[in-house]
């Protein structure tokens, strides 16, 4: 909430407001003030913060504009709210600026998506496409020459693999199928000493996304 | 749940089946079936594999016994099922063979807390102290003579720390209010690029634990 009203104020058309909560950043002349009983009967949750907003859906951006990453990262339909929203969160704490997303999947703008992503959906952009044909065609056009497609026991190691930020797209599949095919894609693998068969979607983008940071970062 | 009939089947002391699913791996003796309307009405969750089973809890293992990992995760009250099972099914992956938590958070065999470690509650130990203090002097007696404890804003890069993962004990804390005291502890750091103020619990220990992979892998 805090997030919508520092970086996108101007989505904003209404805020209802708890009676004695603080009003710090409200846009006074938006804002409607209702008593403790009242505001429940609104709020979606429990334990709300006693701030409510009506706002508009920021746009998407379009899939035709110059890319503002290094790479892409691409959600294949991701079909729980918990793992979008964590994605999104994730890729805003390394400094991604954009998320790209394949229809079919969870509502990016969903509000259990919003509070998994702690409103990250205000600091990205996301691009949305109708399949995953046409996500890969637009990034063709815009420059990406290597796709990368998680694999659970085989392909490049995310630790080795020396091009994996350079000019690349890396796809993440939804939780039961994975990602659909992408005709000429890399594997892409995450080592797993341990006897899982695999990791969860939103942990396998963490590794991947932070690999990026450490590479940055001139680690041990 | 095929965790729990592969890992540890002498836990079951009975399944039920719904008609028409398959049978291969149940204990036959223990194993009642169910028509499809009768089995449903037993089910918590809408789409179940059509197999239920009661099993016993396994036993905690003692805090004295000598630890079986060369840095020990420690969770001090994770509040969240969904963030509590992510990291034991991403400690899984990594091969860890245990795990320290804290009481006062979730029960790490409730449903849901199952649901999401894919069951890796039965293919790890799990060690329970009554309180932060509890555990981090019983890991001292075990040998282990750093503590660190995640900081938002600085500290020891995860990346650049290199006794991050020898004879060292790595404290995670609940979702609200972080990690309790550590006297001595160590404070260490995700590097992040981006404007996000932090990460969620699962994702932080998803960096530190493909960390220490990473590490062993030989990266570039």
Chains 1, 2 share one sequence.
Not at 4 to 27: H, K, N, Q, S, Y
Not at 28 to 34: A, D, F, R, S
Not at 192 to 216: C, D, H, K, W, Y
Request: hydrophobic letters at 45%; a negative charge; proline letters at 6%.
């Amino acid at each position: 909430m805090n997030e919508l009203l520092v970086l996108r104020p101007d989505l904003i058309e209404f805020c209802v407001l708890r009676e004695g909560c603080d009003t710090a950043r409200l846009p006074g002349e938006k804002t409607v003030v209702l008593d403790g009983r009242n505001f429940e009967s609104l709020a979606s949750t429990v334990h709300s913060q006693g701030i409510l907003a009506v706002a508009r859906q920021p746009e998407y951006e379009k899939l035709d504009l110059p890319r503002k990453d290094p790479f892409a990262l691409v959600l294949d339909r991701i079909a729980d709210p918990g793992n979008f929203g964590t994605i999104l969160r994730t890729a805003r704490a390394v400094g991604l600026r954009e998320v790209w997303a394949v229809k079919g999947g969870v509502d990016p703008f969903g509000d259990k998506t919003i509070r998994s992503a702690s409103s990250a959906q205000f600091a990205l952009s996301i691009r949305l496409a109708e399949s995953l044909e046409e996500m890969t065609a637009a990034l063709g056009k815009l420059g990406v020459i290597r796709f990368f497609r998680t694999e659970p026991a085989e392909g490049h190691s995310v630790f080795r693999e020396p091009d994996l930020f350079r000019d690349s797209a890396i796809v993440l599949g939804n939780e039961a199928n994975g990602a659909g095919p992408v005709p000429g894609a890399l594997p892409l693998n995450i080592p797993m000493p341990g006897s899982a068969e695999s990791l969860n979607v939103a942990q396998a983008a963490t590794v991947i996304l932070f690999e990026s940071v450490r590479r940055m970062e001139k680690s041990i």
